[in-house]
């Protein structure tokens, strides 16, 4: 990893060689004040990526070309936070690290599944199948250094049980949709590495230059998809221009960069059950605004999820947070 004296550069500054190790040290431990702040942010987090389908329904272009508009629409955002975060004199920009290359890399994979997963199988296999995220991030977190605790794994277990009575009453098992479920579960690998690279980024950079450099690589990754699969690039109306605008500011801007500051406070094992508020906040959304179905199951699937949070939470500040 880069030493310290790097650290204060700006975004504009020459970027050092990528090399940053996946298996850099620990943070040491933080006040408990900042891990519910940081928990805060995660909550934040969840609700502003869950409400991302709202805005895809209504972004009248492919959904390859919306992936791409949400990261790349960011970037102007992004940047003004990374070079206030310069400007601060103690954030730190860690360059085009291995870690931050790896994080826009996954996000990209994570995306473009996801898609995939959401055209050859139902939606509600493709949710379900992506909510195992944290399955990978409990059983990768040692790559990173960080111990997965038996409280982590019995909520994860709860919020597993929970994501599948939210979603459970429109599973559909078939041989005709097995590569689409097959995306689905390489959607979770993504985003589950993605947590794993974004929180050894941060324990040498900044939240907002971090998601800056990564949003550009997935911006490249996502926009080369785009235009093979769909080159068709504009909205057909002002709505679709208007949601395109508010799934890049609020649920990239927002959302990703709400987890990308958790991820500098909290555990990658713990933070990545921030997946299934967002399947319970995708609910809530599609219930509000859509009318959809929010039965007793999907409640009590709600009710699940909240409880492994809660049975998964850090009992103090430790290193491994």
Request: overall charge neutral; hydrophobic content about 55%; aromatic content about 10%.
């Amino acid at each position: 990893m880069h030493d310290q004296s790097r650290g204060g550069s700006s975004v504009d500054s020459v970027p050092p060689d990528v090399g940053s190790a996946m298996s850099s040290a620990p943070r040491p431990s933080e006040p408990r004040s900042v891990a519910v702040l940081a928990f805060a942010a995660l909550v934040a987090a969840a609700i502003a990526m869950g409400i991302s389908p709202v805005f895809v329904r209504e972004a009248q272009v492919g959904p390859f070309t919306s992936a791409f508009y949400r990261v790349f629409l960011a970037l102007p955002l992004l940047w003004g936070w990374a070079r206030m975060e310069a400007r601060g004199g103690t954030a730190k920009d860690p360059g085009w690290t291995k870690a931050v290359v790896l994080a826009g890399v996954f996000f990209t994979i994570d995306l473009f599944f996801w898609h995939l997963a959401v055209l050859k199988t139902t939606i509600a296999n493709a949710t379900l199948l992506a909510t195992m995220a944290p399955v990978w991030v409990m059983l990768f977190s040692l790559t990173i250094g960080e111990r997965v605790t038996r409280v982590m794994v019995i909520g994860l277990s709860s919020c597993i049980f929970g994501g599948v009575l939210l979603v459970g009453s429109s599973l559909q098992l078939a041989p005709e949709r097995f590569l689409g479920d097959l995306y689905g579960v390489a959607t979770s690998v993504g985003f589950g590495l993605y947590f794993l690279a974004v929180r050894v980024a941060r324990r040498e950079g900044s939240a907002g230059a971090i998601l800056y450099r990564s949003s550009i690589v997935t911006s490249i990754g996502l926009g080369l998809v785009a235009g093979v699969a769909e080159n068709a690039w504009l909205p057909t109306g002002l709505s679709g221009v208007v949601a395109l605008v508010l799934m890049s500011s609020v649920s990239h801007v927002g959302g990703q960069g709400l987890l990308a500051y958790a991820l500098g406070h909290l555990s990658a094992a713990f933070s990545s059950l921030v997946i299934f508020l967002e399947a319970l906040a995708a609910a809530f959304f599609g219930w509000l605004i859509f009318g959809e179905t929010l039965g007793p199951w999907q409640i009590a699937g709600g009710v699940a999820i909240l409880a492994g949070i809660w049975i998964a939470r850090p009992r103090e500040t430790s290193a491994s947070d």
